[in-house]
């Protein structure tokens, strides 16, 4: 159900796909039946813990193996490029609440292709800076979370929040981003009474280093979680 606002804009406005601009019928969702039947799916064979192709065949790629990481294990569900780009931006910088919900129940479906993603007592949506989030008027990554909550059952935890805001993390390499988002996240007051004991599967739009899901983790461990892991709708990078 959407505001009165995005379905005065829905009667208003003709409709084109996210991607392509084909025209939609009224019923769809921001793609056309194609490009949503055209999401690319991630690399494979993918690095356990960053979701990135890896060459050989250990679990691991070159720059996480022999490392320790708080949050284990990091999936997605599509390749940050074509129809899965086209959703991101939608929802990330043309606020449409309804290519996240799109994005949310793809990330649901393509749980099935993920067993490792099984076995987890809750679910933790990436917070965004209220700032950011005031601006664009929701948390896109809370938005994704809540269709995953619904597929699966697992209750989203409200357990963390960002303490401070980023710079843009694309013109960042690893090691600075690393510095930049260190202690960027941090649990909610309260956050120890949700997150104790629990195995908590983080939920972010875009995954590119792993970072980000490494902070978020290391905030639900150091609050009591006994298990982080996180689900990213697109994994960006080199796929080449
Ligand atoms: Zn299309
Ligand atoms: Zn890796």
């Known amino acids: 159900m959407g505001t009165y606002l995005e379905i005065a804009l829905d009667l208003l406005l003709p409709r084109a796909c996210a991607h392509c601009r084909e025209d939609l019928s009224r019923a769809s969702g921001p793609l ?114 809540r269709e995953v909550a619904a597929a699966t059952g697992l209750p989203l935890l409200d357990a963390l929040e960002r303490a401070r805001a980023a710079a843009p993390s694309w013109r960042l390499g690893r090691v600075e981003r690393r510095a930049e988002l260190s202690g960027a996240y941090a649990p909610r007051e309260g956050a120890a009474s949700l997150v104790a004991g629990k195995r908590v599967l983080l939920i972010d739009d875009v995954a590119t280093t792993g970072t980000t899901f490494e902070e978020c983790a290391s905030a639900l461990l150091a609050a009591g979680a006994t298990d982080a892991a996180g689900y990213a709708f697109a994994r960006a990078g080199d796929f080449t």
């Open 32 to 145: 056309c039946r194609a490009c949503a039947a055209a999401l690319p799916p991630p690399p494979e064979p993918a690095c356990v813990r960053c979701a990135g192709r890896r060459a050989s065949p250990a679990p691991f790629c070159a720059d996480c193996a022999g490392r320790r990481f708080s949050c284990r294990l990091i999936r997605a569900a599509a390749a940050h490029r074509g129809p899965a780009a086209s959703l991101v931006h939608a929802f990330k910088f043309r606020g449409s609440k309804p290519a996240a919900r799109a994005a949310g129940r793809s990330m649901a479906a393509a749980l099935t292709l993920h067993p490792e993603l099984s076995g987890f007592d809750a679910l933790a949506a990436v917070p965004i800076h209220p700032r950011r989030e005031r601006e664009r008027g929701y948390n896109q990554a809370e938005l994704l979370a």
